[in-house]
């Protein structure tokens, strides 16, 4: 690593990080705050808004506003303390951990948030695991500290032992629930104090010198310092001291505590994303990796969001800059493909607001329109046949049929289905034998968001109904014997949207009969999205 050159200046600024935690842990008003912070917005909205006062800015689907659940990763650039930082949300329901899964593969960090009463919870859990396949830094916030939290250490070890990481306080809490009054900044020895009465005001900080300032005692109460006194001086003795080198690789997450509500805690987190956070990365791809400091454009798809405006059937293509600076109105190649596309009106997303992107750099995250030639996994470049690696595609665990009310309109559904199946939001089967279409889900929440989709969008009131098939495989191996194989088993065979073989199953004996009875046949439970 040490004999790279350095990054041009313009891309070592830039940070570019998702947001992991379990449901309602506080991701989303966090997400708000980093932009009230970072100047994108005023005010930040609360997600449980009164009445139509604000809606939170980051949410725009229709069913994300009703349920107060983020179910659509986004994508939100702002400016701070000199640095770029590109944050991209993701869906903190488990039932969409797909669409996070392949979000984590376009960041360089993740900022791990949990709940200061709840400790460590399944899904932050299966989230983390993720990161840990790619070794992301984790930074780690602790959210709500004003309600009834439980005691630091308690939350400390046991991030320590369910995560299997070195966990070093950046910020140590003073008083707990009712009593919290503020965080001891740590890592600058500063003194932060919330202010309860305005939620978007910026907390004062009280530099202080050291732990034996007599300062402290004028801003903190006796009981709830003789406390906090002892509890930092255990910290430091049996926790360790912070290593940045360490958190880069992944094996050590610097903690703060705060309250996002109250705006508490979230600039030091920021100032620690800037300041111990990755530049943007290496990416990986075949035949070579991508390096950022390349002079060539190199950008790949991660996510595609159908009709982000109604009023227009447009769909968005969200690219990770891997390397170069890209300028508006470049050719680029569309590896899959091998042709040229001019990007003529690629989108920066400053919360719900989207501007021109007149240029971007490695790191950066931008939207580009397009009607369905970009897909997930699709590989942008100045030309070179690259295509990054490593974005997955699961098996879904739920299948339903599907049919249109209407059944006149069944020519409709199937290009409904055909959109939602490349945005990577369901998967969509054709059976070899029979009408109709399979849908694969891997939550039954999805089916919900699917059939109000199609139904909003689309104008096509659907009916999911049960399947006999309970999951699917893809098929591969030597040509005859996949032929043969699909001859003999018509009845279990469909196509999924790119074209490729699947076969569906009802019961585990289904698949362990095709190993024995098919040896050179081979069914596989996720497939890489590239072709």
Same mark, same amino acid.
Not at 99 to 112: E, I, S
Not at 225 to 243: G, H, N, R, S, Y
Not at 374 to 386: P, S
Not at 446 to 468: H, K, M, N, T
């Given at each position: 690593?040490?004999?790279?050159?350095?990054?041009?200046? %313009?891309?070592?600024?830039?940070?570019?990080?998702?947001?992991?935690?379990?449901?309602?842990?506080?991701?989303?008003?966090?997400?708000?705050?980093?932009?009230?912070?970072?100047?994108?917005?005023?005010?930040?909205?609360?997600?449980?808004?009164?009445? %139509?006062?604000?809606?939170?800015?980051?949410?725009?689907?229709? =069913?994300?506003?009703?349920?107060?659940?983020?179910?659509?990763?986004?994508?939100?650039?702002?400016?701070?303390?000199?640095?770029?930082?590109?944050?991209?949300?993701?869906?903190?329901?488990?039932?969409?951990?797909?669409?996070?899964?392949?979000?984590?593969?376009?960041?360089?960090?993740?900022?791990?948030?949990?709940?200061?009463?709840?400790?460590?919870?399944?899904?932050?859990?299966?989230?983390?695991?993720?990161?840990?396949?790619? &070794?992301?830094?984790?930074?780690?916030?602790?959210?709500?500290? /004003?309600?009834?939290?439980?005691?630091?250490?308690?939350?400390?070890?046991?991030?320590?032992?369910?995560?299997?990481?070195?966990?070093?306080?950046?910020?140590?809490?003073?008083?707990?629930?009712?009593?919290?009054?503020?965080?001891? &900044?740590?890592?600058?020895?500063?003194?932060?104090? =919330?202010?309860?009465?305005?939620?978007?005001?910026?907390? #004062?900080?009280?530099?202080?010198?050291?732990?034996?300032?007599?300062?402290?005692?004028?801003?903190?109460?006796?009981?709830?310092?003789?406390?906090?006194?002892?509890?930092?001086?255990?910290?430091?003795?049996?926790?360790?001291?912070?290593?940045?080198?360490?958190?880069?690789?992944?094996?050590?997450?610097?903690?703060?505590?705060?309250?996002?509500?109250?705006?508490?805690?979230? $600039?030091?987190?920021?100032?620690?994303?800037?300041?111990?956070?990755?530049?943007?990365?290496?990416?990986?791809?075949?035949?070579?990796?991508?390096?950022?400091?390349?002079?060539?454009?190199?950008?790949?798809?991660?996510?595609? $969001?159908?009709?982000?405006?109604?009023?227009?059937?447009?769909?968005?293509?969200?690219?990770? =800059?891997?390397?170069?600076?890209?300028?508006?109105?470049?050719?680029?190649?569309?590896?899959?493909?091998?042709?040229?596309?001019?990007?003529?009106?690629?989108?920066?997303?400053?919360?719900? &607001?989207?501007?021109?992107?007149?240029?971007?750099?490695?790191? /950066?995250?931008?939207?580009?329109?397009?009607?369905?030639?970009?897909?997930?996994? &699709?590989?942008?470049?100045?030309?070179?046949?690259?295509?990054?690696?490593?974005?997955?595609?699961?098996?879904?665990?739920?299948?339903?049929?599907?049919?249109?009310?209407?059944?006149?309109?069944?020519?409709?559904?199937?290009?409904?289905?055909?959109?939602?199946? #490349?945005?990577?939001?369901?998967?969509?089967?054709?059976?070899?034998?029979?009408?109709?279409?399979?849908?694969?889900?891997?939550?039954?929440?999805?089916?919900?968001?699917?059939?109000?989709?199609?139904?909003?969008?689309?104008?096509?009131?659907?009916?999911?109904?049960?399947?006999?098939?309970?999951?699917?495989?893809?098929?591969?191996?030597?040509?005859?014997?996949?032929?043969?194989?699909?001859?003999?088993?018509?009845?279990?065979?469909?196509?999924?949207? /790119?074209?490729?073989?699947?076969?569906?199953?009802?019961?585990?004996?289904?698949?362990?009969?095709?190993?024995? /009875?098919?040896?050179?046949?081979?069914?596989?439970?996720?497939?890489?999205?590239?072709?």
């Amino acid at each position: 690593m040490t004999n790279r050159p350095d990054l041009p200046p %313009e891309i070592a600024r830039r940070r570019t990080f998702a947001i992991i935690s379990h449901p309602d842990a506080g991701k989303t008003t966090l997400t708000e705050k980093f932009l009230l912070y970072g100047g994108a917005i005023q005010m930040a909205g609360q997600v449980r808004a009164k009445g %139509e006062a604000r809606r939170t800015r980051s949410d725009f689907m229709q =069913m994300e506003k009703d349920r107060g659940i983020s179910v659509s990763a986004s994508a939100m650039s702002f400016d701070f303390n000199g640095n770029r930082f590109n944050l991209v949300d993701t869906p903190g329901h488990s039932d969409f951990s797909e669409d996070t899964y392949r979000t984590l593969t376009a960041v360089d960090a993740a900022v791990m948030v949990i709940d200061g009463a709840k400790g460590v919870e399944s899904q932050t859990q299966k989230l983390f695991e993720v990161c840990r396949l790619r &070794d992301l830094p984790i930074l780690t916030f602790c959210n709500k500290m /004003d309600r009834e939290s439980r005691d630091t250490f308690e939350i400390i070890d046991e991030i320590q032992e369910n995560l299997a990481i070195d966990v070093t306080p950046a910020s140590w809490p003073i008083g707990l629930g009712r009593d919290f009054i503020g965080c001891y &900044d740590l890592l600058r020895d500063r003194l932060e104090l =919330m202010d309860r009465a305005d939620r978007n005001k910026i907390s #004062e900080s009280i530099e202080i010198n050291g732990l034996d300032d007599p300062k402290l005692a004028e801003h903190v109460p006796a009981e709830l310092l003789e406390t906090f006194l002892e509890e930092v001086e255990m910290a430091k003795e049996l926790l360790p001291t912070l290593d940045p080198q360490a958190v880069l690789e992944g094996h050590m997450t610097p903690i703060w505590f705060g309250s996002a509500i109250n705006s508490f805690g979230v $600039q030091e987190l920021m100032n620690g994303i800037s300041k111990y956070g990755p530049e943007p990365q290496i990416q990986n791809a075949e035949p070579r990796k991508i390096a950022p400091e390349e002079p060539k454009v190199a950008g790949f798809v991660f996510k595609v $969001q159908a009709n982000m405006d109604p009023k227009h059937r447009d769909r968005v293509a969200f690219v990770r =800059m891997a390397s170069g600076h890209f300028k508006r109105g470049m050719k680029l190649t569309h590896v899959r493909t091998k042709k040229p596309m001019a990007i003529s009106n690629p989108v920066l997303f400053l919360a719900s &607001d989207r501007e021109l992107a007149e240029e971007a750099w490695a790191g /950066d995250i931008i939207g580009i329109p397009n009607h369905g030639q970009l897909r997930i996994g &699709d590989t942008l470049t100045e030309g070179e046949a690259l295509r990054v690696s490593g974005i997955p595609s699961f098996a879904p665990e739920l299948l339903q049929g599907v049919r249109a009310g209407d059944p006149m309109k069944a020519k409709h559904l199937e290009k409904a289905l055909h959109q939602f199946a #490349e945005e990577g939001a369901a998967k969509v089967f054709k059976p070899s034998i029979g009408s109709g279409f399979i849908v694969g889900v891997v939550g039954a929440l999805q089916f919900e968001v699917l059939a109000s989709r199609i139904e909003l969008e689309y104008g096509l009131p659907v009916r999911f109904d049960q399947s006999q098939f309970t999951s699917a495989r893809w098929v591969s191996g030597d040509k005859t014997a996949v032929d043969k194989f699909c001859d003999t088993n018509k009845q279990h065979i469909a196509y999924d949207h /790119d074209g490729d073989i699947v076969y569906l199953t009802r019961l585990q004996w289904d698949i362990d009969r095709v190993a024995r /009875d098919y040896p050179d046949v081979n069914l596989t439970a996720t497939k890489e999205m590239m072709v």
